[in-house]
Protein backbone atom coordinates (compact mmCIF):
# COMPACT_ATOMS: atom_id res chain seq x y z
CA UNK A 1 0.00 0.00 0.00
CA UNK A 2 1.46 3.41 -1.34
CA UNK A 3 2.03 6.04 1.30
CA UNK A 4 -0.81 8.19 2.17
CA UNK A 5 -0.85 12.11 1.75
CA UNK A 6 -0.78 14.66 4.26
CA UNK A 7 -4.56 15.66 3.72
CA UNK A 8 -5.72 11.72 4.27
CA UNK A 9 -3.56 11.82 7.42
CA UNK A 10 -5.08 14.87 8.76
CA UNK A 11 -8.46 13.59 7.61
CA UNK A 12 -8.20 10.22 9.21
CA UNK A 13 -6.86 12.23 12.72
CA UNK A 14 -9.78 14.22 12.29
CA UNK A 15 -12.05 11.23 11.81
CA UNK A 16 -10.23 9.68 15.02
CA UNK A 17 -10.95 12.82 17.19
CA UNK A 18 -14.55 12.85 15.91
CA UNK A 19 -15.19 8.95 16.71
CA UNK A 20 -13.38 9.54 20.00
CA UNK A 21 -16.01 12.18 21.00
CA UNK A 22 -18.93 10.67 19.98
CA UNK A 23 -17.97 7.46 22.35
CA UNK A 24 -17.32 9.74 25.05
CA UNK A 25 -20.53 11.61 24.71
CA UNK A 26 -22.67 8.56 24.31
CA UNK A 27 -21.03 7.32 27.23
CA UNK A 28 -22.13 10.41 29.33
CA UNK A 29 -25.22 11.69 27.95
CA UNK A 30 -26.94 8.60 25.89
CA UNK A 31 -27.96 8.25 22.15
CA UNK A 32 -30.66 9.82 22.75
CA UNK A 33 -29.14 13.56 24.46
CA UNK A 34 -26.09 13.19 22.51
CA UNK A 35 -26.80 16.44 19.50
CA UNK A 36 -24.27 16.61 16.70
CA UNK A 37 -23.91 20.62 17.74
CA UNK A 38 -21.57 18.82 20.66
CA UNK A 39 -19.71 17.03 18.97
CA UNK A 40 -17.99 19.34 16.68
CA UNK A 41 -17.71 21.45 19.90
CA UNK A 42 -15.96 19.07 21.32
CA UNK A 43 -13.54 18.19 18.38
CA UNK A 44 -13.40 22.29 17.51
CA UNK A 45 -14.77 21.73 13.81
CA UNK A 46 -17.84 23.35 12.08
CA UNK A 47 -20.97 21.17 11.98
CA UNK A 48 -20.41 21.27 8.22
CA UNK A 49 -17.42 20.11 8.55
CA UNK A 50 -17.92 16.93 10.76
CA UNK A 51 -20.90 16.32 8.25
CA UNK A 52 -18.28 16.13 5.54
CA UNK A 53 -17.03 12.88 7.50
CA UNK A 54 -20.50 11.37 9.02
CA UNK A 55 -23.39 12.14 7.28
CA UNK A 56 -26.46 11.81 10.01
CA UNK A 57 -26.07 10.99 14.03
CA UNK A 58 -26.45 7.38 13.32
CA UNK A 59 -23.59 7.09 11.15
CA UNK A 60 -21.32 9.05 14.16
CA UNK A 61 -23.04 6.15 16.46
CA UNK A 62 -22.34 3.01 14.21
CA UNK A 63 -18.85 4.74 13.94
CA UNK A 64 -18.19 4.40 17.44
CA UNK A 65 -20.26 1.40 17.75
CA UNK A 66 -17.67 -0.27 15.18
CA UNK A 67 -14.75 1.47 17.40
CA UNK A 68 -16.00 -0.40 20.68
CA UNK A 69 -16.05 -3.62 18.00
CA UNK A 70 -12.11 -3.40 17.01
CA UNK A 71 -11.04 -2.86 20.65
CA UNK A 72 -13.37 -6.26 21.95
CA UNK A 73 -11.51 -8.12 18.78
CA UNK A 74 -7.94 -6.88 20.07
CA UNK A 75 -8.87 -7.93 23.30
CA UNK A 76 -9.93 -11.56 22.39
CA UNK A 77 -6.77 -11.94 20.23
CA UNK A 78 -4.81 -10.66 23.38
CA UNK A 79 -6.61 -13.38 25.22
CA UNK A 80 -6.22 -15.83 22.69
CA UNK A 81 -2.14 -15.33 22.67
CA UNK A 82 -2.22 -15.92 26.10
CA UNK A 83 -0.63 -18.83 27.75
CA UNK A 84 -3.61 -21.65 27.64
CA UNK A 85 -6.15 -21.03 29.83
CA UNK A 86 -9.72 -22.16 30.06
CA UNK A 87 -12.30 -21.05 28.01
CA UNK A 88 -14.24 -19.62 30.92
CA UNK A 89 -11.61 -17.75 32.33
CA UNK A 90 -11.15 -16.05 29.25
CA UNK A 91 -14.91 -15.29 29.39
CA UNK A 92 -14.16 -13.91 32.19
CA UNK A 93 -11.52 -11.68 31.33
CA UNK A 94 -14.19 -10.69 28.68
CA UNK A 95 -16.31 -9.52 31.05
CA UNK A 96 -14.06 -7.92 33.47
CA UNK A 97 -12.90 -5.82 29.77
CA UNK A 98 -16.13 -4.68 28.65
CA UNK A 99 -16.81 -3.41 32.47
CA UNK A 100 -13.33 -1.29 32.65
CA UNK A 101 -13.96 0.17 29.42
CA UNK A 102 -17.60 0.93 30.78
CA UNK A 103 -16.34 2.70 34.30
CA UNK A 104 -13.75 4.42 32.01
CA UNK A 105 -16.63 5.84 30.12
CA UNK A 106 -15.83 4.71 26.89
CA UNK A 107 -18.37 2.46 26.20
CA UNK A 108 -21.38 3.88 24.05
CA UNK A 109 -24.46 3.54 25.81
CA UNK A 110 -27.41 3.37 22.70
CA UNK A 111 -30.90 3.05 22.73
CA UNK A 112 -31.86 -0.79 21.84
CA UNK A 113 -35.55 0.39 20.29
CA UNK A 114 -34.48 3.12 18.45
CA UNK A 115 -34.84 1.91 14.78
CA UNK A 116 -33.46 4.88 13.67
CA UNK A 117 -30.27 3.63 14.62
CA UNK A 118 -30.58 -0.34 14.38
CA UNK A 119 -31.56 0.22 10.61
CA UNK A 120 -28.28 2.36 10.05
CA UNK A 121 -26.66 -0.54 12.41
CA UNK A 122 -27.97 -3.16 10.10
CA UNK A 123 -27.17 -1.74 6.94
CA UNK A 124 -24.05 -0.91 7.74
CA UNK A 125 -21.26 -4.25 6.73
CA UNK A 126 -18.20 -3.00 8.58
CA UNK A 127 -20.56 -3.24 11.72
CA UNK A 128 -22.10 -6.23 10.61
CA UNK A 129 -19.03 -8.41 10.10
CA UNK A 130 -17.19 -7.11 13.59
CA UNK A 131 -20.29 -7.95 15.18
CA UNK A 132 -20.52 -11.47 13.85
CA UNK A 133 -16.36 -12.54 14.12
CA UNK A 134 -16.43 -11.16 17.94
CA UNK A 135 -19.78 -12.95 18.39
CA UNK A 136 -18.44 -16.34 17.08
CA UNK A 137 -15.51 -16.09 18.91
CA UNK A 138 -17.51 -15.76 21.97
CA UNK A 139 -19.84 -18.34 20.67
CA UNK A 140 -17.22 -21.03 20.66
CA UNK A 141 -15.64 -20.08 24.11
CA UNK A 142 -18.84 -20.93 25.62
CA UNK A 143 -19.81 -24.07 23.81
CA UNK A 144 -16.28 -25.23 24.85
CA UNK A 145 -16.67 -24.15 28.62
CA UNK A 146 -20.46 -26.17 28.42
CA UNK A 147 -18.56 -29.19 27.03
CA UNK A 148 -15.57 -28.95 29.50
CA UNK A 149 -18.49 -28.63 32.50
CA UNK A 150 -17.37 -24.85 33.43
CA UNK A 151 -20.74 -23.67 32.17
CA UNK A 152 -23.87 -25.29 32.83
CA UNK A 153 -24.36 -27.64 29.63
CA UNK A 154 -28.18 -27.08 29.61
CA UNK A 155 -28.47 -22.74 28.68
CA UNK A 156 -28.53 -22.16 25.56
CA UNK A 157 -25.26 -20.66 24.63
CA UNK A 158 -26.97 -17.51 22.80
CA UNK A 159 -28.33 -16.89 26.43
CA UNK A 160 -24.18 -17.00 27.75
CA UNK A 161 -23.74 -14.95 24.76
CA UNK A 162 -25.77 -12.10 25.56
CA UNK A 163 -25.78 -12.07 29.24
CA UNK A 164 -22.08 -10.86 28.27
CA UNK A 165 -22.79 -8.73 26.15
CA UNK A 166 -25.31 -7.32 28.26
CA UNK A 167 -22.23 -6.52 31.29
CA UNK A 168 -21.04 -3.66 28.91
CA UNK A 169 -24.01 -2.05 29.65
CA UNK A 170 -25.00 -2.81 32.54
CA UNK A 171 -26.15 -0.27 34.92
CA UNK A 172 -25.31 -1.65 37.96
CA UNK A 173 -22.06 -1.07 37.72
CA UNK A 174 -22.72 3.05 37.40
CA UNK A 175 -24.72 3.05 40.67
CA UNK A 176 -22.28 1.42 42.83
CA UNK A 177 -19.74 3.52 41.40
CA UNK A 178 -21.63 6.64 42.12
CA UNK A 179 -22.38 5.63 46.02
CA UNK A 180 -18.66 6.25 46.22
CA UNK A 181 -18.32 3.42 48.50
CA UNK A 182 -16.34 1.03 45.96
CA UNK A 183 -13.54 0.63 44.38
CA UNK A 184 -13.60 -0.21 40.00
CA UNK A 185 -11.57 -3.31 41.32
CA UNK A 186 -14.54 -4.11 43.71
CA UNK A 187 -17.06 -3.34 41.84
CA UNK A 188 -15.92 -5.21 38.93
CA UNK A 189 -15.03 -8.64 40.91
CA UNK A 190 -18.42 -8.74 42.27
CA UNK A 191 -20.41 -8.23 39.05
CA UNK A 192 -17.58 -10.90 37.29
CA UNK A 193 -18.59 -13.45 40.18
CA UNK A 194 -22.52 -12.84 40.08
CA UNK A 195 -22.40 -13.10 36.65
CA UNK A 196 -20.70 -16.14 36.63
CA UNK A 197 -21.63 -17.68 39.95
CA UNK A 198 -24.99 -16.25 40.92
CA UNK A 199 -26.33 -14.81 43.99
CA UNK A 200 -27.17 -17.80 45.94
CA UNK A 201 -24.94 -18.90 49.19
Known sequence: MGKISFKEQVMLAREEAIVEAV????AEKGYDNMTVDEVAAEVGIAKASLYKHFGSKEKLAAAAMIRVLERAQACLDNLEAQPPVTPL????????????VQLAGDMPSLPAQNSALRAVLLANRDYLDLLMVVSDRLGAWIIEAQKGGQLQAGLPPELVLYTVFARACD???????????HSDEQIIDWLVSTTFDGLSG
Do not use: D
Not at 23 to 26: D, F, G, M, Q, W
Not at 89 to 100: D, P, Q
Not at 171 to 181: C, D, E, H, I, Y
Open 23 to 26: NRLL
Open 89 to 100: ERLKAVVRWTME
Open 171 to 181: PVLGMLKASGQ
